[in-house]
């Protein structure tokens, strides 16, 4: 075909035109699934309702969504900052804090962290929302509601009663050691006597509810839990020792592992198995994360605190806990003395200093690191094995039977961070030698009765014999 001197080739046109009509095509689906994410559509041909004039968030209202609990506590104004303390309501400025905080949130926000967490978060949701009831009452019933993005996963009230739980539970029963898996035998037995942890697992269970399709490390440890609840002799805990790369992605079974370090593992994965059951972590909100069983019974929160020495600004710094590594260094003898050490305060200088944004300039600071909030079953390891080092540091570290966290905390407390002790690991080593040797473990069952468990070998002691060993681990309930 020629056209005005030009030959065109009809089947390349009419390809060109199909061609170009499916890539418009897709451009408006794919345009108008995009806008779906974001807008909820009226396709039944009713006039779409009007914002409300006025009011600080009727330019920010969507119709058909409603909003997540995002408001000041104080003045209903948009917030982006959150209570240090309980997390459970935002503010917009200093101001508003104080105020709410003088007006008796200092209170309350105590009473959160050990009752009444899920409470207070939706007493706070309907407060926030009774402010905003004219500017974000969804346009049409029908319409698609938006997850909130703060959701408690696990109501802290039922941990409450899981912490309470008042059954006499079971004396420990022995383990066989399936070689070289002493390290897991004895963290098994520390778990098998945190009141909260078996109380779940015995009282509601966790596998009527699991979700996942392949091996779950709480079903496992919960039909190891049934097991020990029941048997009168020693058995084996191969089904989680077959697993190890599961819990931790280095360990490996019949090898020589680290009690502590298979213990964080552990927490780790009871923590992804509960989030995995809402989506997983990538899908939940920072803050939901912290309201899992798990997180209730051994999370806490670590503040560093750093002070500008030119113009006396404060920076802090806050960090999910689940366990405290102290050093025991020095001439600490026990382990007040160690957590002296801990939360003293260390000078940023010379080559270390510290960039101050009030200055905006580098200076001298001084930091230290506290407590500020301490978790319900507190873990503590000593940090006996050197890095880069073959050597233990077998030092007499003297413990309590009590431990009171005061002196430790960032703020001052309410009389509620004394703890008592219920759990004692041990590592038995030849020559100081920190890369073979055994552990054992001393518990306390629900009763108050103290145990002292070699793997197979279990045998009733005293508090006196439990005070006096060369501790590796330690673990507290509130």
Not at 412 to 422: A, F, I, P, Q, R
Request: contains cysteine; proline residues 4%; hydrophobic residues 35%.
């Amino acid at each position: 075909m020629h056209v005005s001197g030009l030959s065109l080739d009809l089947n390349w046109l009419l390809r060109f035109v199909v061609t170009a009509f499916f890539v418009a095509l897709g451009l408006v689906h794919l345009v108008r699934n995009t806008a779906s994410k974001y807008f909820v559509a009226n396709f039944e041909g009713a006039e779409a309702p009007s914002l409300p004039s006025g009011g600080p968030t009727a330019s920010n209202t969507m119709p058909g969504v409603e909003k997540t609990v995002d408001a000041c506590v104080v003045c209903g104004n948009s917030a982006n900052k959150k209570c240090s303390g309980c997390k459970a309501v935002r503010y917009c400025s200093q101001d508003c804090q104080a105020k709410h905080w003088k007006a008796g949130h200092k209170i309350k926000c105590r009473e959160f962290q050990l009752s009444g967490k899920g409470n207070l978060l939706q007493s706070a949701t309907r407060n926030c929302r009774s402010n905003r009831s004219d500017s974000t009452a969804p346009a049409n019933q029908n319409a698609k509601i938006l997850r909130q993005s703060q959701e408690i996963l696990f109501p802290y009230e039922e941990f409450v009663e899981l912490f309470n739980w008042d059954k006499p539970g079971f004396p420990p029963c022995g383990l066989q050691n399936c070689g070289n898996s002493c390290f897991a035998n004895v963290v098994l037995q520390c778990l098998a006597h945190t009141r909260p942890l078996i109380a779940y697992l015995l009282e509601r269970g966790h596998r009527r509810e699991c979700r996942r399709n392949d091996w779950c490390f709480l079903c496992e440890f919960q039909c190891h839990v049934e097991r020990a609840s029941q048997s009168l002799c020693p058995f084996s805990p191969m089904n989680i020792l077959s697993r190890l790369p599961n819990i931790g992605g280095n360990l490996g079974y019949g090898r020589q592992e680290d009690a502590h370090e298979f213990m964080r593992f552990a927490i780790d994965t009871m923590q992804s198995v509960c989030l995995d059951e809402f989506g997983g972590e990538k899908s939940i909100h920072p803050s939901s994360q912290e309201t899992t069983l798990i997180q209730h019974i051994f999370g806490g929160h670590l503040q560093s605190q750093v002070i500008c020495t030119k113009c006396i600004k404060v920076s802090n710094q806050y960090e999910n806990m689940m366990d405290l590594t102290v050093e025991i260094h020095g001439d600490a003898a026990s382990l007040e003395e160690c957590l002296d050490q801990f939360t003293v305060s260390e000078w940023l200088h010379g080559e270390n200093m510290y960039k101050c944004d009030g200055c905006n300039d580098y200076v001298k600071a001084s930091k230290r690191l506290t407590i500020q909030q301490a978790p319900n079953i507190l873990t503590i390891a000593l940090k006996r094995f050197q890095s880069g080092r073959f050597g233990k540091l077998n030092k007499r570290v003297t413990f309590p039977e009590t431990l009171n966290l005061t002196p430790y905390m960032s703020e001052v407390g309410d009389g509620m961070d004394t703890y008592k002790l219920y759990a004692v690991v041990v590592h038995v080593d030849m020559l100081n030698a920190s890369y073979f040797g055994h552990y054992i473990c001393y518990t306390k069952d629900f009763q108050g009765n103290w145990y002292r468990i070699d793997d197979c070998k279990v045998a009733r002691v005293e508090l006196e014999e439990v005070l006096a060993q060369g501790a590796y681990m330690l673990l507290y309930s509130r």
